[in-house]
């Protein structure tokens, strides 16, 4: 299907379908290592070992399967975002399929998962940075870590969404790079002779398989986030598509052969701390441990600069929408950029950050993430029906891939306690009372013209 008029495939900036001064300027490739950085954080680095735990050299199959069983999910997302080229991702989506109140509602989860993320993130980076500044845990230089990282990122966005793009291409080459590496090294290691030492098969029950899986379905989350930026992509309706496939198909064969390299080459990964780290020391010597360390790190950052660089414009959609204060949408006349939202964002991230812990933050958002998934593949068959010709990609076997991609974020959710419910309920009645707020001034601002 041939591009709207909202489409831009030029290489210079051009003022976004919104009119309200945003700019286009995130190129395919740009949004392709933007939905990579949005992907890779902190749990490649640590997921290894619990998965080779529950499932020992079987492990790696468990991570492949957890790609595929995001891939419903993606594909589902792929069409839905082809349909749009403004700011606001799955809440723009479901709020034009179902309305304001569902729109609210994962609006609010969107928001909620994009600010506890990138706080977990931001809070194991401390714990990393400790490994080379033990006093960076306490509580006032962990404040001041915590400030200078999140600052730093929210003045390079409040200056410009290009600068931004730029810092997270960055940052995906910088995190990448280390685990390839990795992955090399372990390949070289093997085909050099030496021999697995590590044979464990563990459990074959399905409880184990399920419970491997699960862990690295939440590793390949985070790709939503990328979406909201859309009415800042030259050509958001072609490119989406495109780079949420890719960065699917980097990821699936990144975190296969690392989890294949680890069980390889560790004699006891089952009950490494540091697994990657443990792989490139025993390959590559000190060297090799300080480089995994620090690609860490970098991991851990470039997270937090795609995030700094998506999640403010969900506030600024929401006051598209009329559904927030307008300050939230106000774009900077020079900057070209909705800056009130970036620092609103920045604050919000550095406070979750700083009272909460790795664990609390991560609960939330990996709870969050499951209804969220099922509402923005729910919005693919009405959107097909409200807009029969809308989409520039239409992925086959919708119906049934909506279907699958619904009943996975089901088995995932019954793997949530009560306290992570509890949490998503007050979100989603946060939500309904801001849909109240809203539907009553609107009714009030109708009654008085």
Request: aromatic share 10%.
């Amino acid at each position: 299907m041939p591009p709207n008029a909202d489409d831009c495939d030029t290489n210079s900036p051009v003022t976004s379908s919104n009119g309200k001064g945003l700019v286009r300027v995130i190129g395919r490739w740009s949004l392709t290592a933007l939905v990579i950085n949005s992907i890779i954080g902190s749990g490649i680095f640590g997921l290894p070992a619990p998965a080779a735990r529950l499932l020992g050299i079987r492990s790696p199959l468990a991570v492949l399967l957890a790609g595929l069983a995001v891939a419903p999910i993606i594909a589902c997302y792929a069409e839905v975002s082809s349909y749009f080229t403004q700011a606001g991702g799955p809440y723009l989506w479901t709020r034009t399929a179902f309305g304001p109140l569902i729109g609210l509602q994962t609006g609010w989860l969107l928001w909620l998962v994009r600010l506890t993320a990138p706080a977990a993130n931001a809070n194991l980076f401390v714990s990393y940075l400790a490994e080379f500044w033990p006093s960076a845990k306490d509580p006032l230089p962990r404040a001041a870590v915590l400030t200078l990282l999140l600052g730093v990122l929210a003045v390079i966005n409040y200056r410009g969404v290009k600068a931004g793009t730029q810092v997270s291409n960055a940052f995906t080459v910088a995190k990448l790079l280390p685990l390839l590496i990795v992955i090399a090294a372990g390949l070289l290691y093997a085909l050099a002779g030496h021999p697995p030492t590590f044979t464990s098969k563990a459990p074959s029950e399905t409880k184990a398989w399920l419970q491997a899986i699960l862990l690295f379905v939440f590793a390949y989350g985070g790709f939503e986030g990328a979406l909201i930026v859309m009415a800042e992509a030259r050509n958001p309706r072609r490119d989406a598509p495109s780079a949420l496939f890719t960065a699917l198909i980097t990821c699936i064969v990144v975190y296969t052969l690392t989890q294949w390299v680890v069980v390889r080459v560790l004699a006891d990964p089952a009950h490494s701390d540091r697994p990657l780290a443990d792989v490139a020391q025993l390959i590559m010597g000190r060297g090799g441990a300080a480089l995994v360390a620090v690609g860490a790190l970098v991991s851990m950052y470039g997270y937090l600069s795609a995030n700094m660089l998506s999640v403010p414009r969900i506030t600024f959609a929401f006051a598209e929408e009329g559904d927030f204060p307008r300050i939230f949408g106000t774009v900077h006349p020079r900057f070209h950029t909705p800056y009130f939202s970036i620092i609103v964002f920045a604050i919000l991230t550095w406070v979750f950050a700083l009272v909460g812990s790795f664990s609390w933050n991560v609960t939330l958002s990996a709870v969050a993430r499951l209804f969220l998934y099922a509402f923005g593949c729910a919005a693919l068959p009405v959107l097909r029906r409200k807009r029969p010709d809308g989409a520039w990609f239409r992925v086959p076997g919708a119906m049934a891939l909506v279907a699958i991609a619904i009943f996975i974020c089901v088995i995932l959710a019954t793997r949530i306690d009560l306290s992570g419910l509890l949490i998503v309920a007050a979100t989603m009645l946060v939500a309904m009372l801001n849909w109240l707020v809203v539907r009553n001034r609107q009714k009030t601002a109708a009654v008085a013209s």
